[in-house]
């Protein structure tokens, strides 16, 4: 192993344990997708792309992390804008792309001399912190260090061509011999590179090439040129250095992700009646004892309790399921920004809707075609059929009938309703906010209640029933 000599004290080699720099390439065009979304920000797991290479450099805990924008720039960067974190996040312009030396020759501005520089694509979304570590390690403040695979089908990949073990060059498909396209490891676009040489090195770029365009990857000659050692780690994962082109990779690394997720759950206990039918688009914590049957979302941050069952075709979004609770099939919780909550043993579906600022107690039923928005249900309430309740309080114990709604909105404004505990609400009412129910009242079905009722009152407010004996009812008349 030959060490990289200074060739001046003032740009001498960074340290072993020298900052951490990310660059991350983010100017393509990306034709294959045809869409009119820059393809950085085609979502994977409901997050841009570029948005999982961010949070990878998060986790490296990286000094910062300049963002290189061409194609939709203003978009690509309005959508990452204060997602930095912790690092020091930047972007800078790439007009026009000329290649991905080019790219990386317009970050050099803003790297610092002392830092390792690690190159990313923002088209690659699933490299795992510690393959870059690995990586940062075997740089080792001096070496360029580049990730590499072994694939079955090289084609349109820069070659790595060796030497015996040393890597001599990368030689991109279009420029490469016919000897050098049998070579099966490829770069995979990621490397981690001393700050000092990077900038040397891309200072000698041409576009002598195929394509016309400044590589990135001519550094590794230079290297070998220079006498610095160029190590290649392989990798066997190709999922964490697989690129994003069309619609179908897309969506194939979409399954290779939910497919890990799905794994890590499953390896932390919770039972999926079939991990390829799971999706997990955010944060999903789950206690003991958690059962999901096929075909659930789940999306935000989720928390479901010991002992949760969840029926299948469910989609939860930022909501908690405390112990025990039940969700039968087809419900649809989203608690958006309020939040929406579940509590211990209750009983929600088939069919439910929980919308934001529902809070459902100990022991509560919401049943079919039920609907609760921004209302808090207190333990053993029951709504078990057809039913809204929106911008309500309800007492323990209450029971709300088949068909029965809060009426909250007057056409202006919303208002609340009030259902004190043990109320019994029957069939088909509407209760016109603001309208408070005293503990223990009964309003009979039907009725369209406006005025408070009294504490364990019977409320009816509806037409009185007639009864006409003997009623004939009228003929058909001939025609
Ligand atoms: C690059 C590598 C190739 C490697 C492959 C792995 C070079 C010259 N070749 O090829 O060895 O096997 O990645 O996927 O680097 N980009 C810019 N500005 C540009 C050009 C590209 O920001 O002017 C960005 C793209 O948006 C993308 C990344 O750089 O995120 C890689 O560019 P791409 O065109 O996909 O490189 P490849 O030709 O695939
Ligand atoms: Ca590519």
Redesign the pocket.
């Known amino acids: 192993m030959s060490l990289f000599q200074p060739r001046d004290a003032s740009a001498s080699p960074p340290s072993q344990t020298a900052p951490v720099d990310v660059v ?7 034709t294959r997708m045809k869409s009119r979304l820059p ?2 920000l085609q979502r994977l797991a409901h997050v841009p792309l570029v948005q999982h290479v961010l949070a990878t450099a998060q986790q490296l805990q990286a000094r910062s992390a300049v963002v ?4 939709g720039a203003d978009q690509v960067e309005a959508a990452l804008a204060g997602q930095g974190g912790a690092l020091a996040l930047s972007f800078v312009r ?1 007009e ?8 990386v020759q317009q970050a050099l501005p803003v790297l610092g001399d002392d830092g390792v520089v690690v190159v990313l ?4 979304p699933l490299t795992q912190a510690d393959t870059l570590q690995a990586l940062i390690a075997l740089c080792a403040g001096q070496h360029l260090a580049l990730l590499t695979i072994d694939l079955p089908d ?1 084609t ?4 790595v061509v060796r030497a015996g073990d040393a890597v001599q060059t ?1 030689v ?2 279009k420029d490469a011999s016919a000897q050098q396209r049998a070579i099966t490891e ?5 490397m981690a590179v001393p700050a000092v040489l990077l900038k040397r090195w891309l200072a000698r770029l041409d576009n002598n090439n195929a ?1 016309g ?6 550094i590794v000659k230079f290297a070998a040129q220079d006498g610095v050692t160029v190590l290649a780690q392989k990798t066997l994962d190709a999922v964490q ?1 697989a ?1 994003i ?1 069309s619609p179908v990779q897309l969506a194939e690394l979409e399954r290779s992700f939910q497919r890990r997720q799905a794994l890590a759950l499953m390896e932390a206990g919770v039972r999926l009646a079939d991990p390829a039918r799971l999706d997990v688009r955010g944060r999903l914590l789950c206690g003991m004892d958690v059962e999901i049957d096929v075909n659930c979302i789940f999306e935000g941050d989720v928390s479901l309790g010991d002992g949760v069952r969840i029926g299948a075709n469910c989609v939860l979004a930022n909501c908690t399921v405390a112990a025990d609770a039940v969700i039968h099939p087809f419900t649809h919780i989203d608690g958006g920004a309020q939040g929406a909550s579940v509590g211990e043993g209750a009983l929600i579906g088939p069919f439910a809707r929980l919308r934001p600022g529902a809070q459902l107690g100990a022991q509560v039923h919401i049943g079919n075609f039920v609907e609760v928005k921004n209302s808090t249900l207190a333990a053993g309430a029951k709504a078990n059929h057809l039913a809204y309740l929106g911008d309500a309080t309800v007492g323990e114990r209450v029971n709300f009938g088949a068909g029965s709604i809060t009426a909250n909105y007057d056409g202006s404004n919303k208002h609340r309703t009030t259902i004190e505990a043990d109320v019994h609400v029957g069939s088909n009412c509407v209760l016109v906010a603001p309208v408070t129910l005293g503990a223990g009242a009964t309003v009979g079905g039907g009725s369209t209640i406006t005025k408070d009722v009294p504490a364990g009152a019977l409320s009816v407010a509806r037409g009185k029933q007639t009864n006409l004996a003997n009623w004939a009812r009228p003929k058909k008349l001939a025609k």
């Open positions: 991350i390439m983010a100017a393509g065009k990306g393809k950085v290189i924008t061409g194609h790439q026009p792309q000329l290649g991905t030396g080019h790219a694509s923002g088209d690659v090289p349109g990949y820069g070659r990368i991109e498909h490829i770069y995979s676009g990621i394509q365009e400044y590589y990135l990857t001519d250095v690129g082109n």
